[in-house]
């Protein structure tokens, strides 16, 4: 899918690349075994590597606990020096000075810098869903998480547990070395929460978050797809959602028996997202901002009573309304109109009520805006 993606870009933009090498790398049992597989199985292919040192830009298309497996493996190539930015480039152009002989100038025949880009669908950053630990069905995802390596699955809903602060150091090197990272939810996934699948804990501008919604599930004109959908453009935008996502990410779960967990590395239009964000995008010029992530741990009780003031919040964060008064505008018009068919949602309904109250919805900065 990822080949089709770039075959749609070339139609689109009129040019062919010059060479596309396809590296599929899998693994099983634990985040670490997964890694030093998929890292042996790597550098283990000559033509591979060969192809991978000769690259110009570097595409990573992954899903789920994969998404952990991809990131930590990226970290390792950029270390080792089998990928080359302009920060370790620095590093072994020093390292090569130092050991050359006397009078003889280095010269590195890799000069050249090379683009990343990581596409993360359905990624378990937070971890799963937290109620699959104690659910009484949880036995088939069990077995889809490869039995052993579940329990570690969970660890990650905990920001601080050992696997996840191991995580987000290989993130941090990644991010440090110019890669541009796409992370994308399912709407309706039976394994990993929204606010998982996007990362919404780690804040860094060349991250871009994304919701996949499976028409089957849902209608575009759904008013809580559109506020989900508002809400991951007010965190591309580098501002707070002050929590709302995080509290209705539960809510849109699907059924256990279902496949949305499944469906979204099936679409194009996900591939063709990062593929156009990786091209299309700037690098963000001389911004050295660092990944932070902030403390997160799912087995907290969430108090969804706290919606209405996290909507309250969000709305009146005066950069938020310069920016998306308009918006929030119409998803308070649409808000009648809405009918949810289960019991959650419509709880959630009377929570976001209050959106019909704030009649005035800073008209003032919308205003500015016309």
């Given amino acids: 899918m990822a080949c089709s993606a770039l075959e749609k870009f070339e139609d689109e933009h009129g040019f062919k690349f010059q060479k596309v090498t396809q590296i599929p790398l899998e ?7 997964k890694v030093a597989k998929v890292h042996a199985h790597l550098l283990g292919n000559e033509q591979w590597m060969s192809d ?16 952990i497996v991809s990131t930590h493996l990226l970290d390792q190539l950029i270390r080792e020096g089998h990928i080359l930015t302009a920060q370790n480039l620095a590093v072994l152009a020093r390292a090569a000075a130092a050991i050359a002989p006397a009078g003889v100038s280095p010269s590195h025949a890799r000069a050249r810098t090379q683009k990343v880009c990581c596409l993360a669908l359905c990624g378990i950053h937070l971890g799963p ?19 052993a390596a579940a329990r ?27 890669t541009k990272m ?8 039976q394994v990993v929460p929204i606010y998982s699948g996007i990362f919404a804990a780690a804040s860094h501008p060349r991250i871009l978050r994304a919701l996949y919604i499976d028409g089957d599930a849902y209608h575009s004109s759904d008013f ?10 007010v965190l591309n935008s580098g501002l707070s959602d002050s929590g709302l996502l995080t509290h209705l990410s539960e809510a849109t779960a699907g059924t256990l028996s279902g496949v949305g967990h499944s469906t979204a590395y099936e679409e194009l239009a996900t591939y063709s997202l990062a593929v156009n964000y990786l091209f299309l995008a700037t690098d963000g010029g001389d911004d050295h901002s660092a990944l932070t992530v902030e403390p997160f741990n799912a087995v907290d009780e969430q108090n ?13 964060d005066d950069r938020v309304a310069y920016f998306f008064a308009r918006e929030f505008a119409q998803l308070k018009d649409a808000f009648d109109e809405w009918s949810p068919k289960t019991s959650i949602l419509r709880d959630i309904k009377r929570k976001l009520q209050p959106i019909q109250r704030l009649s005035s919805i800073k008209t003032i900065q919308l205003g500015s805006r016309l």
């Fill in 152 to 178: 570690e699955l969970f660890d990650f809903q905990n920001t601080e547990s050992e696997v996840s602060r191991s995580y987000v150091k290989a993130l941090q090197t990644v991010m440090d070395h110019g």
């Fill in 129 to 147: 869903l937290r109620y699959l630990r104690t659910s009484s069905l949880l036995q088939p995802y069990i077995q889809y998480f490869e039995n």
């Fill in 304 to 316: 969804d009573y706290e919606i209405p003031w996290s909507l309250r919040d969000l709305i009146a």
């Fill in 27 to 33: 693994g099983d049992g634990t985040i670490e075994r």
């Fill in 52 to 67: 991978l040192h000769a690259a110009d830009v570097i595409f990573v298309a992954t899903h789920s606990q994969g998404s």
């Fill in 224 to 233: 809580l797809s559109n506020l989900l959908v508002l809400l991951i453009r």
């Fill in 182 to 189: 796409v992370y994308v939810a399912s709407l309706n996934d």
